[in-house]
């Protein structure tokens, strides 16, 4: 089955410091989406983009914050200038549809901000 | 904005067993899914029910949803040890804009 891939699996950085987080959606997908996920806590949603634009962002994707479709396989998320609270493990996400699909997560980049 | 809310938070059961999760959210939908998150790794989606049904199987799956009540629960039937992980309920409003919002999620241990 296809599946979503997400490099690299562990992120180390300083504070301060800007991290870019890389993913591989499935080849045929067309919308694709960062989630995060702090240790114990729910699931959030960061942003979504489609037809190479951010179709919708939430709070938590201030100005810190930037996705790129750089090629035609490579999604990237980029944290510019990381914080302690920036510390979570961060989820890539494809699907076919919007709206009546089931999404295909990644295995997740713990990213940890020291 | 719509949650997903799940409970119990924590479940602990026999194998053997049956076991239910619940989820309520506060908005109306497009349709509710179901993901499952073993420790430290991705979701993986378990099943997708639309705003127009009312029950969905998918092995020893059974979801249902009440969109009156704005509640769904997840059934599995017959657990195995192997089932022990988290469970999330996601919802999605549909539309172009679409994304899933997940709720809190239940931590399932079954014990062999």
């Known amino acids: 089955e296809p599946e979503v891939t997400q490099t690299p699996s562990h992120q180390v950085t300083q504070m301060g410091q800007e991290v870019i987080l890389r993913c591989v959606p499935i080849?045929?997908?067309?919308?694709f989406y960062w989630y995060r996920q702090i240790l114990g806590q729910k699931v959030e949603f960061l942003v979504s983009f489609y037809n190479n634009e951010i179709s919708e962002k939430s709070e938590i994707f201030d100005d810190q914050f930037s996705v790129e479709r750089p090629d035609g396989s490579n999604f990237t998320l980029k944290i510019r200038s990381t914080k302690l609270e920036d510390s979570a493990m961060y989820f890539c996400?494809?699907?076919?549809?919007?709206?009546?699909?089931?999404?295909?997560f990644g295995s997740g980049t713990q990213l940890s901000v020291l | 904005s719509q949650q997903g809310e799940e409970d119990p938070q924590a479940l602990s059961i026999q194998e053997g067993e049956n076991a239910t999760m619940n989820c309520s959210y506060k908005t109306s939908i497009n349709n509710l899914q179901w993901y499952r998150q073993n420790s430290g790794r991705g979701l993986v989606h378990l099943i997708l029910i639309r705003s127009n049904e009312r029950e969905k199987h998918s092995g020893r799956l059974r979801v249902t949803l009440d969109t009156s009540k704005k509640s769904s629960s997840l059934l599995i039937t017959a657990s195995r040890a192997a089932d022990t992980a988290s469970y999330f309920c996601?919802?999605?409003?549909?539309?172009?804009?679409?994304?899933?919002?997940f709720g809190k999620g239940i931590t399932l241990s079954v014990r062999p």
């Open positions: 080849s045929n997908h067309l919308y």
């Open positions: 996400a494809s699907s076919e549809w919007s709206g009546q699909g089931k999404l295909f």
């Open positions: 996601a919802t999605d409003r549909g539309g172009a804009n679409s994304k899933l919002t």
